[in-house]
């Protein structure tokens, strides 16, 4: 009898380590088949069970007067205790929100929330790291699809640690250059969004960002046009694919001045043919996109000596120019830069405000994050300062819709950039076949307002 009993528990023990092994290597080799499966029922059992405490804890419920069955005090019996009674009276209750049944997302889970009364979606942003420690997963993002809902989105474990390969471009001037913490590809698309800044402290992958862009726009028929005043070091490399590439101040005054005529040029074509823009001329006239790549925008500002004021000067201008009425002659900026603060500079503040795109890389000060964000979201500033020097190439983005995200670029080496602008060299316009026919004609205020873009849509940091 004890010998059955025994082989019974064997074979139950036998039975149940080879599930939990299972289930770990089903885990281990694909985890989001296992993740739907079982995973996130059980998750959402769980959220629905808790919600009440977690939303105690974390400060989201409010009193709310409901009939309820209560216990009061009732006789004193003769023996001296108090003898309760349940009544059915009006008593003040902690409310939770209500919540949804919460859905399965690549890397976890979201539930819409009906807000109380005198809540706002900021209520909820704020609990956000007391939801995640609470529900222990990786990170709870907050947005507001209307008024009267929030939704959660919560990441079981940092999607960004390992992102996959570069998928190749499938649209003019739209590179998937990396993966946002939600699961979706971080697209730039230069016909959306113009012009973009790229900031971040040293070794946190603004450059590899640039090679991203660089292999993404290589096989597309755009040309690439370099400024490195760090004496050429980041994009001489990349030169077969390069119409232009200035590595001096004497090159990037002279490199602005044709980008400027070139605009001028595009601009009396434009009128010619009744356009606003060079996408809405035919496409046998239509001229080739630019993109311009800048590294370290602050030595374009930064004085060694006052013999190089005017030059500044100079530069400063023309690059605002561009950035004022790229977007309508199919220029576009990608700006990378360590500090892009107003300390260089009333050329940078305004620069700046047309950069409609803005990418944070891990920084060491406010400051920066501030400044390149502009007047996000204070959790933007949060998570971009909180990037650690583990995760190159993660940042915070911020985009025209007014959300941000966390995100991280593929990881390109150099050499894999440069291979690739060798394998496209061919495509390679020639600068001189480009601006042939663009003259330094003079644009006048009503020029500008003619094809001027409207102003970023980021607000600026506010003062004080
Ligand atoms: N997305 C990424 N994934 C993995 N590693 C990355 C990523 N981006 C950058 N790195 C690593 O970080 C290193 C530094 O990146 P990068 O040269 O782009 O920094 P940077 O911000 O341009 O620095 P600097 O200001 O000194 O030029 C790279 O050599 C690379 O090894
Ligand atoms: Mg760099």
């Known amino acids: 009898m004890p010998d059955r009993f025994l082989l019974a528990l064997l074979d139950a023990g036998v039975v149940l380590a080879v599930t939990v092994a299972g289930l770990w290597a089903w885990r281990r080799w694909h985890y989001r088949s296992f993740w739907l499966v079982v995973g996130y029922p059980l998750m959402a059992v769980s959220v629905r069970a808790t919600w009440r405490k977690v939303a105690l804890g974390c400060g989201l419920t409010k009193k709310r007067q409901r009939f309820w069955f209560t216990t009061v005090p009732g006789l004193v019996s003769s023996t001296g205790t108090v003898r309760v009674k349940r009544r059915f009276q009006r008593v003040a209750v902690d409310t939770k929100p209500w919540m949804w049944l919460p859905m399965p997302t690549r890397y976890g889970w979201r539930v819409t929330l009906h807000t109380l009364e005198g809540q706002t979606p900021d209520d909820y942003s704020a609990a956000a790291e007391r939801l995640a420690h609470s529900w222990r997963v990786h990170a709870v993002r907050v ?67 640039a090679n991203v862009l660089i292999v993404g726009l290589a096989p597309q028929p755009v040309a690439l046009v370099g400024f490195d005043l760090k004496g050429g070091v980041e994009f001489t490399p990349y030169s077969p694919r390069l119409s232009a590439l200035a590595t001096s101040r004497a090159e990037c005054v002279e490199l ?41 925008l602050a030595e374009l500002y930064l004085m060694a000596d006052k013999s190089e004021k005017d030059e500044i000067t100079k530069t400063s201008t023309a690059l605002l120019r561009v950035a004022q009425l790229g977007r309508a002659f199919g220029i576009y900026l990608f700006c990378s830069g360590q500090r892009i603060g107003s300390d260089l500079g009333p050329g940078v503040t305004a620069l700046r405000a ?38 190159p190439g993660v940042a915070i983005v911020a985009s025209q819709d007014g959300q941000w995200y966390r995100a991280r670029s593929f990881y390109v080496s150099e050499h894999a950039a440069e291979r690739a602008a060798r394998m496209y060299a061919d495509l390679t316009p020639s600068w001189e076949e480009i601006t042939s026919g663009a003259q330094p004609i003079e644009m006048t205020d009503d020029d500008l307002a003619q094809f001027l873009t409207p102003a970023a849509v980021i607000p600026e940091p506010r003062k004080g």
Do not use: Y
């Not at 044709?258 to 043919?273: P, T, Y």
């Not at 890389?361 to 998570?383: F, I, K, Q």
């Open 256 to 296: 602005l001045d044709d980008l400027v005529g070139l605009m001028a040029d595009r601009m009396s074509l434009c009128r010619q043919a009744g356009a606003r823009n060079i996408w809405q001329l035919p496409p046998a006239v239509r001229p080739v996109p630019v993109v311009v790549l800048v590294d370290e």
């Open 354 to 391: 047309q950069c409609s795109g803005r990418i944070c890389h891990r920084v060491n000060d406010p400051e920066t994050a501030t400044m390149t964000l502009g007047d996000l979201d204070p959790a933007a500033l949060v998570s971009a300062r909180a990037i650690p020097a583990e995760t």
């Open 143 to 209: 947005s507001s699809p209307r008024p009267g809902r929030v939704v959660l989105a919560a990441t079981m474990r940092d999607p960004l640690l390992r992102v996959d390969e570069i998928p190749p471009s499938s649209e003019l001037l739209k590179v998937t250059v990396g993966r946002l913490e939600t699961g979706r590809p971080w697209e730039i698309d230069f016909r959306t969004v113009p012009h973009w800044l790229n900031a971040g402290a040293t070794q946190s992958g603004k450059s590899n960002l």
